[in-house]
């Protein structure tokens, strides 16, 4: 009987043992599970106050400016000069450049990324597709000054050798290298929105006589437009905050212009060409450089808020 005791003893204090081991345990995970939300919390306000600190940075210095600078001049002056013994800072011209870059890179990459999104997702196999897709997506992990280097060193002779006119830093070469290095963007994404379309309209289509193609271009893509048209958006907008390429490839010529065969600089290009060292601070050149950011971030937030619409808008639900 004492034996016994003795047991069912041990017995009750292993029980104890256990239950405050759980205790401990569900006291544990509570903190953690409050924890956890908390830190995941202060992570989202620190890529808000991120933001937030660098609008506050470019709206600070850029009304700084336009203390100096009428903005009417600033946005309808078409003579840039921060330069020179009786300064301009008319933004037209780089507005034109960053215009004119980056619809030459749209019609380079539309086309071509569209073509490339509809073979890889109406067309190839499954064993074509994994060998292309990656070759294809290769073009968006080389670096961008990569690439300046090859539309400075190799584009833009072919151009010249083609059209004599072409000055040896010009818009054109640029534009196009841009084009190719956003092709995959363009590519991928609508890929992704064609492949989102389920395959009962595809064969729909085909049950009622429809050739591939005629599936393909009246059933597929309208049912993945606003995927498409979203792809194009961010493409642009990725073109227009290019900077490595324009810089090496277009020059610096501050030319209010529309000829494609001159040098022309964009807001990319300009901002670090002041921020080189050129322009001491608190000069009215050093404050330019803030303006034109600014310019420069409320082009890109339109593009990607339009981007936003548009995918909003014309999503197909299925």
Same mark, same amino acid.
């Given at each position: ?166 000055? @040896?830093?010009?818009? /054109? ?5 841009? =084009?190719?290095?956003? #092709?995959?963007? %363009? &590519? +991928?994404? *609508? ?38 048209? @979203?792809?194009?958006? /961010? ?5 227009? =905050?290019?900077?490595? #390429?324009?810089? %090496? &490839? +277009?020059? *610096? ?42 310019? /420069? ?12 619409? %548009? ?8």
């Amino acid at each position: 009987m004492a034996i016994n005791s003795n047991a069912n003893k041990g017995n009750a204090v292993q029980v104890k043992e256990l239950i405050e081991q759980k205790k401990k345990k569900k006291t544990m995970l509570n903190v953690v599970e409050k924890a956890v939300p908390a830190l995941l919390f202060l992570f989202a306000v620190i890529s808000i106050l991120t933001t937030a600190g660098i609008i506050f940075t470019l709206l600070t210095e850029t009304i700084e400016f336009f203390k100096q600078v009428p903005i009417w001049e600033f946005f309808t002056g078409k003579i840039l000069k921060p330069l020179s013994q009786t300064p301009e800072f008319g933004v037209l011209p780089l507005l034109a450049g960053t215009i004119i870059s980056s619809v030459i890179a749209m019609l380079v990459a539309g086309p071509i990324g569209l073509m490339a999104a509809i073979y890889l997702s109406e067309y190839a196999s499954n064993k074509v597709r994994r060998v292309l897709k990656p070759l294809l997506e290769v073009l968006a992990g080389i670096p961008t000054i990569v690439y300046g280097f090859f539309a400075f060193t190799f584009v833009t002779p072919v151009i010249r050798s083609i059209w004599p006119a072409v000055e @040896a830093t010009n818009i /054109l070469s640029p534009g196009i290298v841009m =084009g190719i290095m956003i #092709i995959p963007m %363009i &590519a +991928s994404l *609508s890929e992704d929105a064609m492949n989102s379309v389920p395959n009962s309209m595809r064969e729909g289509a085909l049950a009622l006589g429809a050739t591939k193609l005629e599936s393909t271009f009246k059933v597929v893509i309208p049912a993945a437009l606003s995927g498409i048209i @979203a792809s194009f958006v /961010l493409g642009i907008s990725r073109a227009i =905050g290019e900077t490595m #390429i324009v810089t %090496i &490839a +277009s020059g *610096s010529s501050k030319n209010f212009t529309f000829d494609l065969t001159q040098s022309m600089q964009t807001m990319t290009a300009y901002i670090v060409e002041v921020s080189g060292g050129e322009a001491p601070a608190g000069s009215t050149i050093y404050y330019s450089l803030y303006a034109v950011a600014m310019t /420069l971030f409320v082009f890109t937030l339109i593009m990607n808020l339009l981007a936003r619409y %548009i995918s909003r808008k014309f999503r197909e639900e299925y």
